[in-house]
Every structure is written in structure tokens, then in C-alpha cells.
């Protein structure tokens, strides 16, 4: 009779331990591509290249979640990028893309550790080549120009109310008192509206004691049918006379079947020296299945006499030598990218 009992108990018991469970994925992207760079340098000849990561960072992560009950979940998250073309990870760090801990309900969602900050998401939101691409306007982020990534951060996003979105986070520098905090503050505001989207951008850095980094991002987008239209501007203006930094991109896509189409001209500017690169990006995509896709890119930019600009893609920057003022880089390539 005991152990009757005690078989019952247990029973009981497991839908509850089963409901605690926490759902665990792995997911990831292999991406590769052949291509010929010319960086038009004076004395340095075009190469041929295998490069990881063009259309979209080749990357493995793991997430989960954890339903607490009353609608209130935790989450995680661990991402890692890679490089396809030698296998080595990602020189930042091995979980440097995301890493994460939080809460999610009602409220909203709360994350800590390593996250995307506030303007991250509207730049995203807003690039005409899906983020990805030679010419996609993740130039904008980098040494002297935007913050993309946050660590030692906490993160807030709220849930849609009415279609709008709000965003904030904050990132410790860790440093002593006697220094500037090193810290970051920023927020976000998105829109959502069927095929409409606008959302806006502002981080402030406390960098140096004379004063603070401000960056900023504005970006649009309407898609009607299979067409898609969308645009950023983003700005860096870092403590100092004429370190101010600016990227603007506009574009689209075009949806035929297995076919998708992309067009877009970007343009960088460096107040210092009034440094100027204009430049344009074609690129095509077949998808194969659901989770596999070949594609072709061809982006080139014209630089001023001032101008040093590169091209930047999903996996990394190609650009000229630091001394090749003027020199305009030009890029092609074929790829193929598997997501799991």
C-alpha cells in the first residue's frame, strides 16, 4: 500500500517538473562566399578571396526558456560568431555576439549581460540590404563611429502598445571613480504598423572627462506587395572638435518568386578632413529551401581626395589602406548561406 502511494505521489509530481523544464535551441548560420576584392590602392592589386559571413554573420548559439506561470518566462541566450573560412571564432570572444540572462512577461523583457543596444535595433530595422551585404549600413557601427553591442549591460524592451515600441538600456564601464564611468545610457522608440516602420535612436557615452560621446539613428521603411523600400541616417559625434561621423544609406528589395533583388546607395562622411565616400551595392538572392539561399554582391565606393571609406558586410570591412586617400574600393562575390 505504501509503495502504491508513493508511485502516486510521484506521478503527480511529474507534470509539474516537466512544466519546469527549460526548452533549449540550437540554431546557426554557415555563410561563404568567393570573391574578388580591389581595394584600388596605388601599388596593391586586386585578390581573390574566400570570406565567412557575407550576407550573414556565420554564427552558433544556443536559447531557452523557462515558462515560470502567471505569463512569466525566463530566457537566455549565448551567441557566437565564427569564421567559415579558416574555422577560428570570433576574435571578440566566444559568446561576444549575445549573452544573456532575463525575464520576460507582461511588462516586457529584461536582459543582462552582453546585448544589442537601443540604436542597434532601428539600424537593423532599417537597412535596405537585410543587414547584410557589402554596403549594408552596418558602417556605421565601429572604433569612432556608433555602439552596437553593450556588455556588462541591462537591457529593457517593452511589449507593442498600439504599435509602438520603447527601448532602453545601460552599460557599466566598471572603471574606477577618479576616471570618466566609461558608461553608456540610451534609448529607442519603434513603430509597427502593418508594412510601415519609423524608429529613432539616441546612446550617450561618458568617454572622456571633457565631455561625452552622442550617438544617434533615425530609419524608415514601407513595404507594399513585393516591393521594399527602406533608409537610415546615423551619426557619431564623439567628444572633440571634428570627430563627428555620418552614414546614410537608401534602398530596396524586390521579391519575384525564388528571386529577391537588391539596390541601394550609401554614403559616409568624416568631418575631420571632410572626408567623403559614396558608393552603391547590386545584390541578388535565389533561395534553394526554407533555410538555404545563394546569393551575389557587387558594391564599390568613390572616395574624395580626404576619403578612406570601405565596404562593410555581415562578416567584416574591406576597405584601403589607411595611407590610400582617394583610392575607391570595389568588391564581387558568390556565396552560399545555410541556417539551422
Do not use: C, W
Amino acid at each position: 500500500m505504501k509503495k502504491t502511494s508513493l508511485a502516486i505521489a510521484l506521478l503527480s509530481i511529474l507534470p509539474l517538473a516537466a512544466h519546469a523544464q527549460t526548452n533549449v535551441t540550437i540554431y546557426g548560420i554557415a555563410d561563404a562566399s568567393v570573391g574578388r576584392e580591389d581595394t584600388d590602392a596605388p601599388g596593391v592589386g586586386a585578390r581573390t578571396v574566400i570570406s565567412s559571413g557575407t550576407q550573414s554573420t556565420s554564427r552558433i548559439g544556443f536559447r531557452g526558456t523557462e515558462d515560470l506561470g502567471n505569463g512569466l518566462k525566463a530566457l537566455f541566450n549565448f551567441e557566437a560568431g565564427l569564421a567559415l573560412d579558416t574555422g577560428a571564432q570570433d576574435a571578440a570572444g566566444l559568446f561576444q555576439r549575445r549573452a544573456v540572462v532575463g525575464l520576460q512577461g507582461a511588462f516586457g523583457t529584461v536582459t543582462v549581460g552582453r546585448e544589442y543596444g537601443p540604436i542597434a535595433a532601428v539600424v537593423q530595422a532599417s537597412d535596405p540590404l537585410g543587414h547584410g551585404f557589402y554596403g549594408s549600413n552596418l558602417g556605421s557601427f565601429g572604433a569612432n563611429r556608433l555602439t552596437r553591442r553593450l556588455s556588462n549591460s541591462v537591457n529593457y524592451k517593452s511589449e507593442s502598445i498600439a504599435g509602438f515600441t520603447g527601448l532602453a538600456a545601460y552599460s557599466a564601464g566598471e572603471r574606477n571613480e577618479s576616471e570618466p564611468s566609461g558608461d553608456l545610457a540610451g534609448a529607442a522608440l519603434e513603430y509597427r504598423n502593418g508594412p510601415v516602420y519609423v524608429g529613432a535612436g539616441y546612446q550617450r557615452v561618458e568617454r572622456l572627462a571633457t565631455g561625452d560621446d552622442k550617438e544617434f539613428a533615425f530609419g524608415a521603411g514601407l513595404t507594399f506587395g513585393a516591393f521594399e523600400v527602406r533608409g537610415s541616417y546615423s551619426e557619431a559625434d564623439l567628444t572633440g572638435p571634428n570627430n563627428e561621423f555620418k552614414y546614410l544609406i537608401l534602398g530596396g528589395n524586390y521579391t519575384l518568386g525564388a528571386n529577391k533583388f537588391f539596390v541601394a546607395a550609401h554614403q559616409q562622411r568624416q568631418e575631420a578632413g571632410n572626408g567623403r565616400g559614396k558608393g552603391f551595392t547590386l545584390a541578388y538572392s535565389y533561395t534553394l529551401s526554407k533555410r538555404t539561399n545563394l546569393y551575389s554582391t557587387y558594391a564599390r565606393v568613390n572616395n574624395n581626395g580626404t576619403g578612406n571609406f570601405g565596404l562593410t558586410s555581415a562578416g567584416g570591412t574591406f576597405a584601403p589602406p589607411a595611407t590610400a586617400f582617394g583610392a575607391d574600393p570595389s568588391v564581387f562575390n558568390v556565396g552560399v548561406r545555410h541556417s539551422f
